[in-house]
């Protein structure tokens, strides 16, 4: 899920969040070899601010680099991934109920908005729309918790895995979408407890989807 951009950045910066966000949205894909001169290229950036976002990402555990292989994009493993998807389940759930607690009317309508346009998305078999409005969707909701160090928590959770890989089945997004309207339906009725399951319910499932594509990795799509 992407994040805000900071007023100012350094090279460095805007190099670790393009290859972030490429490996986020598949471009980069588990195991793919990624060679300095292809960096440089696809960032539009010297060989310094490429080579150190390179060594930032493999500190954050999103590439890894091996003597006899280079640097490669980190494969997903299905222990790390059940790990982080607990962890999300936790800090999510924490952060729905209290943005339920003092929920505005504005609010309410964000999120009620921004699930609108998933559906409106997936209708259109836009997935890049449909990523977009889902970010747009948990980051309004967890934004009305009014705790910057829990969302922070959130987005570092957030960056831990590739989010396209579950639009690669249209069956989980299905499911997927009738979750997003039970959370804005919990969320609207000022009901804590309610949107505090919902969430943590969407995040398991998506855990037991993740499992399921990992087991049985879908063909690539056609972008």
């Not at 390179?54 to 222990?79: I, P, Q, Y």
């Amino acid at each position: 899920m992407p994040l805000p951009t900071a007023a100012f950045q350094t090279k460095r910066e805007i190099a670790v969040a393009k290859v972030k966000d490429a490996i986020m949205a598949g471009r980069y894909r588990p195991g793919q070899a990624l060679k300095q001169g292809q960096l440089m290229a696809d960032l539009g950036l010297g060989a310094t601010p490429a080579r150190e976002a390179a060594l930032e990402l493999v500190a954050k555990g999103l590439l890894v680099h091996e003597s006899h292989r280079g640097m490669r994009v980190a494969e997903l493993d299905s222990d790390r991934v059940a790990q982080v998807y607990g962890v999300r389940a936790l800090l999510e759930s924490e952060a729905a109920r209290l943005a339920a607690l003092s929920a505005t009317d504005h609010t309410v309508e964000k999120v009620s908005r921004h699930a609108r346009a998933m559906e409106a998305a997936f209708a259109g078999n836009d997935l890049a729309r449909l990523g977009a409005a889902d970010s747009r969707f948990h980051q309004a909701l967890y934004e009305g918790a009014g705790n910057p160090m829990l969302l922070g928590l959130i987005r570092q959770m957030w960056e831990q895995f590739p989010r396209y890989m579950l639009w690669q089945s249209p069956e989980r997004v299905r499911q997927s979408l009738q979750e997003h309207g039970d959370i804005a339906t919990a969320f609207a009725r000022r009901d804590a407890p309610a949107t505090a399951r919902a969430v943590e319910r969407h995040i398991l499932h998506g855990l037991d989807a993740f499992d399921a594509l990992l087991r049985n990795p879908a063909p690539a799509r056609e972008r």
